[in-house]
């Protein structure tokens, strides 16, 4: 089985500043990595995702995450955070498309 | 319409009250999930669905019953709710196993308060 660990329960940083969020996994097999982002009263989004090829994934507004399998770690990095980028980060796993694993979720607060 | 559709968005209950939650998706996929959302807890998936038949439960307990009468659909079935069951429940879908590595799309979550 897999499992999946976020250490930063609440990253508080300042508006502009860079920021890194987190995550890694156990697993035993080749594994697909995903972050998602929820808003207040909203469900989870996809950000970005890992399946195979270049090991650094990015998502259209501005966020970027590293595969690193000797470290089994996905962390999640951005160079200048924004107010509206305040929201709960979510790292999941899964190796079969069909059973995902999520940890226990980041909450990132932008101060202006 | 497109996407995955909960409704109700927010559910009062008693606890022997009877309700149900609805999921709906119009992406064409496989698969369908129920996952339940504490605070500071990790999402704790319940029930896996794939082609309507079930294919996890998450050792959840009987007072919830899914059902899924067709890819598009889910349901999930209250009944004797406990205060400790108040969450936010959300319904995501997928390729499925079919699709490999197809990501989880979620819903916007019906919040549930047991009384």
């Known amino acids: 089985a897999q499992s999946v660990t976020q250490l930063d329960s609440q990253v508080p940083v300042f508006e502009e500043a860079p920021v890194e969020l987190r995550c890694n996994y156990s697993?035993?097999?080749?594994?697909?990595l995903f972050w998602y982002v929820q808003y207040p009263n909203q469900g989870l989004q996809l950000l970005l995702k890992y399946l195979s090829g270049s090991t650094l994934v990015e998502s259209i507004n501005g966020f970027e995450a590293e595969f690193n399998k000797s470290q089994t770690s996905f962390h999640l990095r951005k160079p200048s955070v924004h107010i509206s980028d305040t929201a709960e980060y979510f790292c999941?796993?899964?190796?079969?498309?069909?059973?995902?694993?999520f940890g226990t979720g980041t909450s990132l607060t932008v101060i202006p | 319409e497109t996407g995955v559709t909960q409704t109700p968005r927010h559910l009062v209950m008693g606890m022997t009250n009877k309700k149900s939650l609805k999921c709906e998706q119009h992406l064409g996929h496989n698969a369908m999930y129920w996952y339940k959302q504490s605070a500071k807890k990790p999402l704790e998936l319940m029930f896996v669905?794939?082609?309507?038949?079930?294919?996890e439960n998450n050792s959840v307990p009987s007072r919830f019953s899914p059902e899924c009468p067709n890819s598009s659909h889910l349901f999930l079935h209250l009944h004797t709710l406990q205060p400790e069951d108040s969450a936010l429940y959300l319904c995501a879908s997928s390729l499925g196993v079919s699709g490999g590595s197809g990501e989880l799309f979620f819903g916007e979550g019906s919040r549930l308060t047991v009384l």
């Open positions: 669905y794939n082609f309507k038949e079930q294919t």
């Open positions: 999941a796993v899964t190796n079969t498309g069909n059973q995902f694993y």
């Open positions: 697993s035993s097999v080749s594994v697909y």
